[in-house]
């Protein structure tokens, strides 16, 4: 009975990520970016430290200063935080740029740590280089936790390697 619990919610979780997806998609043009990362989850707490996987959909084709993304967290203690927010892309060189973002989202924990809250915020800033016109590759650190509105707010940590490849949808 527990394993079909789980599974229902992978579909849950699957699905919202993909309408939120979809959604950005028809928001803008043709370079927008797919953010794939591996991380240590609660890298300073170490109180159930993981191995973590994020998937993101970044809209950078719309012509606004804050854009859109929408995304997918899953660490092997099977926690999952499905996620959308806004990001901005700050310059630094033509090299690299500064990319803070904040997000909320819907958290489960499974066998992972307790945040306390299905309701979780996620900031976030990032390192970004530009090793091509079209790829991308850089280092984030990210604190999520639910603003004191759970019966504790312990919060965690993770410090996440990403590499995006951009996303053209005129071929569909």
């Not at 579909?11 to 998609?25: M, R, V, Y």
């Not at 928001?27 to 794939?36: M, P, Q, R, V």
């Not at 996620?83 to 066998?111: C, D, Q, R």
């Not at 299905?118 to 590759?137: G, P, T």
């Amino acid at each position: 009975m527990r394993s079909r619990k789980y599974s229902r919610s992978n579909i849950l979780f699957i699905f919202i990520f993909i309408f939120l997806t979809c959604s950005a998609t028809f928001a803008g043009g043709t370079k927008d970016y797919i953010s794939f990362s591996t991380a240590v989850f609660d890298v300073l707490q170490t109180d159930v430290t993981s191995f973590e996987g994020r998937i993101e959909y970044r809209v950078k084709s719309v012509d606004w200063l804050m854009k859109p993304f929408a995304g997918l967290m899953a660490n092997s203690d099977g926690a999952r935080y499905i996620y959308s927010g806004l990001f901005v892309e700050i310059p630094v060189t033509k090299f690299f740029s500064l990319i803070p973002s904040f997000a909320p989202g819907m958290y489960i924990k499974n066998h992972s740590k307790d945040l306390h809250f299905v309701l979780e915020f996620r900031s976030q800033i990032e390192i970004i280089f530009i090793l091509s016109e079209n790829i991308k590759a850089g280092f984030s650190f990210n604190h999520i936790s639910n603003a004191s509105l759970g019966e504790a707010n312990p919060g965690v940590e993770s410090i996440a390697f990403t590499f995006q490849l951009p996303v053209s949808w005129s071929n569909f």
